[in-house]
T-cell receptor, first 112, second 113 residues
Framework: KAGVTQTPRYLIKTRGQQVTLSCSPISGHRSVSWYQQTPGQGLQFLFEYFSETQRNKGNFPGRFSGRQFSNSRSEMNVSTLELGDSALYLC???????????FGPGTRLTVT | QQQVKQSPQSLIVQKGGISIINCAYENTAFDYFPWYQQFPGKGPALLIAIRPDVSEKKEGRFTISFNKSAKQFSLHIMDSQPGDSATYFCAARKTSGTYKYIFGTGTRLKVLA
């Protein structure tokens, strides 16, 4: 079974721009969570989607948004990028009935 | 109440030694405690997890010890190998409802050959 895939793997953007990251969960997994990972803050929860509905949200500004499609694929969007948004963005999927969470390789976003 | 405190921040162990990483939580409603291993350039990988109804769980060289009364759990890596050099994260979650995972800050382990 294929793992969680994320695209693109690397991205360089300029301050003020917006970016969209994509995540394809493991086949059959209906829950997708997004995390921001930085050296100083560790793994910070952004939001979780289950069956196209956001059911959990972390403490991030409204510039960070996401959505999930009927095939469980998910996207997250960051608008008006700031230098501090430079991070590794990780997507993780779970079956929905299981606690086991599987991470993708992440998208490394650099904001200049 | 939502924090998970992880220590140490970094750890150096000789090959063949025992690596011990500790985590403490505050929310007694947490009932699922996984450990993740992350290599540079990769996403975290689920290593082993425990529920509070058992005090210990072992999978190969990896053991989780759980102390419910102290609200602490730890990861023991027996016979540590250079290939174990990675960053380890503990996490906690309340499994009923839709509670999110709370992660520790990570421990960078280096195993010397």
């Amino acid at each position: 079974k294929a793992g969680v895939t994320q695209t693109p793997r690397y991205l360089i953007k300029t301050r003020g721009q917006q970016v969209t990251l994509s995540c394809s969960p493991i086949s059959g997994h209906r829950s997708v969570s997004w995390y921001q990972q930085t050296p100083g803050q560790g793994l910070q929860f952004l939001f979780e989607y289950f069956s196209e509905t956001q059911r959990n949200k972390g403490n991030f500004p409204g510039r960070f948004s996401g959505r999930q499609f009927s095939n469980s694929r998910s996207e997250m969007n960051v608008s008006t990028l700031e230098l501090g948004d430079s991070a590794l963005y990780l997507c993780a999927s779970t079956l929905g009935t299981s606690n086991e969470q599987y991470f993708g390789p992440g998208t490394r976003l650099t904001v200049t | 109440q939502q924090q998970v405190k992880q220590s140490p921040q970094s750890l150096i162990v000789q090959k063949g030694g025992i690596s011990i990483i500790n985590c403490a939580y505050e929310n007694t409603a947490f009932d699922y405690f996984p450990w993740y291993q992350q290599f540079p350039g990769k996403g975290p990988a689920l290593l082993i997890a425990i529920r509070p109804d058992v005090s210990e769980k072992k999978e190969g060289r990896f053991t989780i010890s759980f102390n419910k009364s102290a609200k602490q759990f730890s990861l023991h890596i027996m016979d540590s190998q250079p290939g174990d050099s990675a960053t380890y994260f503990c996490a906690a979650r309340k499994t009923s409802g839709t509670y999110k995972y709370i992660f520790g800050t990570g421990t960078r382990l280096k195993v010397l050959a």
